[in-house]
């Protein structure tokens, strides 16, 4: 069932951006880290569901902030959005992170030896006031603030002293929004892994202060004891962009990696027949699942429109089928929107050889947007948002 508070459509994401925008200014800055109850209205968005599948991206989201604000004034909010942009960006150079993160969550699964914990901490039967509303928030909604989900992490880190891997899987099986990059590496952030020795402690006094008061808990801890970091992260080069022939006739592969290739691809690609994939193996749980269900209805009806072709829903990575469709259309290659690292990304990797020998390539297309931002995620978040001004006027985002 989709959290009602996220309708999955493209249309309800723009609408949420316009209802926003206004606000994005120093209504967001000043409230941005109140958490005031999931049947409250606060100062954050709320669009993060949008923009991890790209029914809205990036681009339109800021467009929109900047429309309404100068940079200065907008500028926490344009750097919240940034983040997103970043952790992307510093996963997709460090792949090795996200393999690692899967040993230790499937480690810590077969072997930490208090299972119990473990179930009563995800129910939210531990005792602790406020973490066990999160938990149980979570579960029935599919979505925290963001500074509850800092709380929660660090409560299930330092006070519980649980395996951190594990609280980021409980996240991503949960989450609406649930997306390798931002999740795994917010979690390692706060442990301390992230930024080496830099690690986050939450406290009764800022719970309180942020809460307005709903929870104060007690017991804490107030000292940060680092987990053991498996990861040894090597910067690797970004995969270089590729690039497509506009004039061969290709099939558009859509997944839920970006759910809005109308904003990839132009009118004068020749896009003669569309599959869009909703393989529920590409997703962690049943929040993410029943919103992309929902968003695919959606994309199926867009992409008809926009290209003018005939679309059909994949259920799988069947390449047999995907390879069959393709000829079936006179299509020459298959294109999709780059997807970065996580199930999409592995599975694309595995089918493309295949492809290639049948004679019907796949083409990954990266965005400009991410073209523009990942390359400079090769150290902390500081010294990339030095380049978030240039670079948004250079596309012609700001003044």
């Not at 979570?138 to 299930?156: D, K, Q």
């Not at 690797?236 to 290709?250: G, T, V, W």
């Not at 990696?257 to 896009?271: Q, W, Y």
């Not at 997807?339 to 089918?351: E, F, H, N, S």
């Amino acid at each position: 069932m989709i959290p009602e508070s996220f309708p999955a459509t493209r249309a309800a994401a723009l609408a949420r951006l316009t209802h926003f925008a206004p606000r994005a200014g120093q209504a967001y800055a000043s409230g941005r880290n109140t958490d005031p109850g999931p049947d409250q209205v606060g100062a954050v968005s709320k669009l993060s569901p949008y923009l991890r599948y790209r029914l809205i991206t990036e681009q339109d989201v800021i467009g929109a902030t900047l429309g309404r604000h100068s940079l200065p004034a907008a500028e926490k909010y344009v750097q919240e959005v940034l983040w997103r942009t970043y952790w992307k960006g510093w996963l997709e150079m460090r792949p090795s992170v996200w393999t690692q993160f899967q040993q230790e969550r499937d480690h810590q699964r077969d072997s930490f030896p208090n299972a119990r914990a473990i179930r009563g901490a995800e129910a939210g039967e531990t005792g602790i006031e406020g973490f066990d509303d999160w938990a149980r928030e979570l579960v029935e909604t599919g979505y925290l603030h963001n500074h509850a989900r800092m709380w929660f992490a660090s409560i299930w880190i330092f006070t519980l002293r649980l395996p951190w891997a594990l609280g980021a899987d409980f996240f991503l099986r949960h989450l609406v929004d649930a997306d390798a990059a931002s999740n795994t590496l917010s979690w390692r952030w706060v442990a301390g892994l992230q930024t080496a020795g830099k690690t986050y402690l939450a406290t009764s006094e800022n719970i309180a202060r942020f809460t307005n008061g709903r929870f104060a808990p007690k017991g804490l801890a107030t000292t940060a004891t680092m987990p053991t970091d498996m990861a040894s992260p090597e910067l690797r080069p970004l995969p270089q962009a590729k690039f497509f022939d506009a004039n061969k006739p290709a099939y558009l592969l859509m997944t839920p990696e970006d759910l809005h290739p109308e904003s990839v691809f132009g009118a004068s690609t020749k896009i003669i027949s569309t599959g869009v994939l909703r393989d529920p193996e590409t997703l962690w749980g049943n929040n993410a699942r029943a919103f992309v269900e929902a968003a695919t209805e959606d994309a199926v009806e867009r992409v008809g429109q926009a290209f003018k072709c005939p679309t059909t829903v994949l259920c799988n990575f069947d390449t047999a089928a995907l390879i069959a469709q393709a000829r079936a259309a006179g299509a020459e290659q298959i294109i999709t929107p780059y997807a970065p690292i996580g199930p999409v990304a592995d599975a694309l990797t595995r089918i493309a050889p295949i492809l290639a020998a049948e004679g019907v390539p796949l083409v990954q297309i990266r965005r400009a947007w991410d073209g523009n931002f990942w390359p400079l995620a090769t150290k902390g978040f500081f010294p990339f948002k030095e380049h978030i001004p240039k670079i948004l006027k250079d596309m012609g985002l700001s003044r």
